[in-house]
């Protein structure tokens, strides 16, 4: 365990199916980040939240929709995914600044078909 | 545009073998530089960090990385590599005056130790 844990591990969805994944730390951490891991791509930064506060939207589009209700609990919501979605989501948390270094998660694998 | 290079997306050698990754970032200004293990089936971890002082850090498990700022590299280094160095390994970047230090990642080298 890394202190940030995912769930759940393995999804699969139907492209008109609505779900959830959802990261929760209790490191003392104040800022939380998804992640999309993709084969021989570059981890890519989706969503930053700072104190609460989202503070990055990398140009994800709107079927991801990310919910941080509170600085230990980080949710993305899933709708009308298209099969190109399918990887590997990171949740991380650290301070702020990110100076220590960033915790992960184990990742959520995604399926869409 | 600011990116993070890694040289090689796969490296296979043998146990005992030494071990160098390339990593190159495209970012102006003052960096903070890591290098993140994954090892097969388990979460991303932090192998070792450069924020400032001697461009020689050293990190967990023998592994050991060189800050030049003339070459906007952070190589990754091990001597004598063991099986159970068989990983994907990340390079990332943040900017100092980014405040709320976004880690950017290199795409990752797959590294394979033969027996």
């Known amino acids: 365990e890394t202190g940030v844990t995912q769930t759940p591990r393995h999804l699969v969805m139907g492209m008109t199916n609505k779900k959830s994944l959802k990261c929760e730390q209790h490191l003392g951490h104040n800022a939380m980040y998804w992640y999309k891991q993709s084969a021989k791509k570059p981890l890519e930064l989706m969503f930053v939240?700072?104190?609460?506060?989202?503070?990055e939207n990398n140009s994800v589009p709107s079927r991801f929709s990310p919910e941080c209700p509170n600085s230990s609990h980080l949710f993305l919501h899933l709708h009308t995914l298209q099969p190109e979605d399918s990887a590997l989501y990171l949740c991380?948390?650290?301070?702020?600044?990110?100076?220590?270094?960033?915790?992960f998660g184990s990742g959520t694998r995604l399926t869409v078909v | 545009a600011q990116s993070v290079s890694q040289h090689n997306h796969h490296v296979i050698l043998s146990e005992a073998a030494s071990l160098e990754l390339g990593c190159n970032y495209s970012y102006g200004g003052t960096v903070n530089l890591f290098w993140y293990v994954q090892y097969p089936g388990q979460h991303l971890q932090l192998l070792l960090k450069y924020f400032s002082g001697d461009p020689l850090v050293k990190g967990i498990k023998g592994f050991e990385a060189e800050f030049i700022k003339s070459k906007f590299s952070f190589n990754l280094r091990k001597p004598s590599v063991q099986w159970s160095d068989t990983a994907e390994y990340f390079c990332a970047v943040t900017l100092l005056e980014d405040s709320w230090g976004k880690l950017q990642f290199g795409a990752g080298t797959q590294v394979v130790v033969t027996p």
């Open positions: 939240y700072n104190f609460k506060e989202q503070t």
């Open positions: 991380a948390s650290s301070q702020a600044g990110g100076l220590a270094g960033y915790t």
